[in-house]
């Protein structure tokens, strides 16, 4: 077996995934970053199909013009006092929307990003007004219906979040500046935007619970959910304080989330190996249709940050860290952007600085042999209970290993896990890394079907 797997693994280096379209935020903080039309030529090379800038540079909207390409612009927190008078925003939006469009596809104007977590109270006082101002420009040019306007939030607007069910937005802010704004949204069909990063929320306890990995999940007793990633937590936190306010039916959009592939010493949840998981699994999250608890069947526009690894922002090393690609457009890692790819290992790159070790890239399964994902013999119940109920927990139907189904008998921990784990691994893409569980799965092209029982296979 050993040796198979070895095998296996050295095969399905050639191979990539594909992922559904997704959005990326395109920050600038870099002295080595490639220029404009060359990031335009290459995104049509993959299934990024939305940019969020963080202002609303002429070079890169004149670069964008034609590829089909979604565009957020962004006005400036500086800006945001000014805009507060129509005849600003006019000139604002004639200046850094009319002249591009619709060559290039702008489809929303984010005015300032995170400015309620600011605490600056003529700036946060000016918000709402700035919003209204410009969409009545827009109007102005006929491009209401093609051009949104919202601003993007930290989950510091929050007063709670845990459980989800009790989520509400801080007082203050939620009926004076928040429920107001809501009405905006509403009223102009643009949607709400967040910033989620469980990359800022985990503790050590949790650190599996923020990646998307097998864990025991967040019991939440009001709705009697159990939650298995923050990531949807968060999402429906947001959507109980929505609701709280009278606005449940306003669209989220994930403005920014992501994971750095590499930090300083003292950081070691900052690895590549976790930026794969968070991102990877975000991406089939968001695109997948399947929703949250409180959101079911619903898809999320998600923008991750970022596009490159940027060497000029300050902070940390992982603030430098967090890009999908560097700057020579080589991927950091693989999760499935590229559209096509060559028949070698997509690369991995250094960071910044320093150089890390490499770690394993997860590939994907595919072509004409089959692969089944089953627990490893060594594991013990514990761990394995645990990634039956996290398998479980995402929408996969285990009615075959329960009383009476045709796989409960051998009734056995190990294989209810393996029938729950490749369940899971053949519906969620067949990526080797959809069958890791933390290192206790492994992939063999021995089909564990017995009788009745049947693991299904993609």
């Known amino acids: 077996m050993t040796l198979l797997m070895l095998l296996l693994a050295s095969s399905l280096l050639c191979m990539s995934l594909t ?5 990326v935020n395109y920050g600038t903080l870099g002295d080595n970053l490639p220029p404009p039309s060359q990031v335009a030529k290459f995104l049509q090379s993959t299934s990024i199909d939305r940019v969020k800038l963080f202002g609303a540079d002429p070079s890169i909207l004149q670069a964008l013009a034609n590829t089909e390409i979604g565009v957020v612009v962004a006005v400036a927190n500086d800006e945001i006092v000014g805009l507060a008078k129509l005849p600003a925003a006019q000139e604002w939006v004639n200046k ?66 845990e459980p989800p069910s009790i ?84 669209d989220i959009v994930v403005a920014e989330t992501g994971w750095p592939s590499f930090g300083d ?6 690895n590549m190996e976790n930026a794969i998981s968070y991102n990877g699994n975000l991406i089939k999250f968001v695109t997948s249709g399947v929703g949250t608890p409180l959101m079911p069947n619903r898809t999320f526009d998600t923008y991750i940050f970022a596009l490159f690894n940027e060497d000029l922002k300050p902070g940390s090393t992982a603030e430098r860290n967090f890009g999908l690609f560097k ?13 096509a790819q060559s028949a070698s290992p997509a690369p991995v790159s250094a960071p910044v600085t320093p150089t890390p070790t490499t770690p394993t890239t997860p590939v994907p399964v595919t072509g004409t042999q089959k692969y089944w994902c089953v627990a490893k013999p060594d594991v013990d119940e514990r761990t394995l209970q645990s990634n039956i109920d996290y398998a479980c927990g995402q929408g996969i139907d285990c009615t075959a290993i329960q009383p009476g189904g045709a796989c409960y008998d ?49």
Do not use: W
């Not at 992922?19 to 959005?23: Q, T």
């Not at 010493?265 to 900052?270: G, N, T």
């Open 167 to 250: 989520g509400r937005f801080r007082r203050g802010y939620d009926k004076v500046i928040i429920k107001p704004m809501l009405s905006f949204l509403r009223t102009t069909g643009a949607p709400f935007m967040i910033n989620p990063y469980p990359y800022f929320g985990f503790t050590d306890k949790t650190l599996n619970y923020a990646l998307f990995k097998p864990n025991p999940g967040v019991y939440d007793t009001n709705t009697k959910i159990t939650y298995t990633n923050m990531f949807e937590a968060q999402l429906d936190a947001v959507y109980s304080a929505m609701k709280l306010l009278g606005f449940p039916d306003v």
């Open 96 to 161: 850094n929307v009319v002249p591009y469009m619709p060559a290039t596809k702008i489809i929303a104007i984010a005015v300032g990003n995170e400015v309620l977590s600011t605490g600056d109270k003529n700036l946060i006082a000016h918000l709402v007004p700035a919003m209204q101002n410009l969409h009545t420009a827009l109007a102005g040019a006929s491009l209401d219906k093609q051009v949104k306007v919202s601003t993007p939030h930290s989950l510091g607007i929050m007063a709670a979040s």
């Open 19 to 23: 992922v559904e379209a997704i959005g």
């Open 410 to 458: 051998p009734n056995t921990i190990t294989a209810h896990a393996t029938y729950a784990m490749n369940a899971y691994y053949q519906a969620s893409g067949r990526n080797t890394y959809d069958c890791d569980f933390s290192n206790t799965g492994l992939l063999t092209q021995q089909d564990p079907s017995y009788g009745e029982c049947v693991y299904k296979v993609v």
């Open 265 to 270: 010493i003292d950081q070691p949840a900052v």
């Open 327 to 339: 700057p020579d457009m080589t991927q950091v890692y693989d999760v499935g952007l590229m559209k």
